[in-house]
């Protein structure tokens, strides 16, 4: 349970927040959302990895890039922030699409396989979520929101979205960097760092 002192006045989680993040309980929902999410980049990453077009030459992430910085002569342009379309372009420029198709492709195999596996919940859908932001970004919404949504969430959840997968193990091996000065001895007793 989570509690920041303020002032004097202890602010606690409210039940909800204890429910979903800081107990096993639903870790069952958590196992659910993870392993969809965690399909969805395998699937979308398949794809793309048997395509040369992502893999060898960039020309798919090209033509993306393309149509995003694209202004129409009337109505809206993909891309709704300039520095966001300033940055595509000089993506465009520099040919990063080159080298750019094959981290989106692997990006999305890792961020899959991670999810499915439930290992490094967290990390996982935190990089998961920053691709489905810079589609957003470029102009392409399809199904982005809902599983950025889905991310957000599950970078919430992290303590316990992995239950049901690797992290049971992971965490407890390899710790935080900030939970470090207060691990355990086989006393139980807090350690010192």
């Known amino acids: 349970m989570a509690r920041v002192f303020l002032r004097g006045t202890t602010i606690e989680d409210p039940p909800i927040a204890r429910l979903l993040f800081a ?3 639903l870790s069952w929902l958590w196992a659910v959302i993870r ?3 965690g399909y969805q980049w395998l699937h979308s990453a398949l794809g793309k990895i048997g395509n040369p077009a992502w893999v060898e ?3 798919a992430v090209k033509g993306f890039w393309e149509r995003a910085v694209t202004i ?15 940055f595509i372009q000089f993506l465009l ?5 080159v080298w ?17 596996l439930g290992a490094f919940v967290g990390i996982a859908a935190f990089f998961g979520g920053f691709m489905n932001w810079n589609f957003m970004m470029a102009g392409t919404a399809s199904t982005s929101p809902l599983l950025f949504t889905l991310a957000v969430l599950l970078i919430l959840g992290w303590k316990v979205a992995g239950y049901y997968g ?10 935080t960097p900030w939970g470090r000065r207060e691990a ?6 807090p350690q010192p760092a």
Request: aromatic share 14%; glycine share 14%.
């Open 72 to 86: 129409p002569a009337q109505g809206r342009p993909p891309i709704a922030f300039g520095w966001y379309r300033d």
């Open 100 to 116: 750019f198709g094959k981290l989106v492709a692997y990006g999305e195999l890792l961020v899959g396989a991670a999810l499915i």
């Open 166 to 175: 690797l992290d049971y193990y992971l965490l407890p091996a390899l710790g």
């Open 23 to 25: 107990t096993t309980r």
């Open 57 to 59: 030459t960039g020309l």
């Open 184 to 189: 355990a001895s086989p006393s139980g007793k």
């Open 93 to 97: 420029d520099s040919g990063s699409y």
């Open 35 to 37: 392993v969809w999410l």
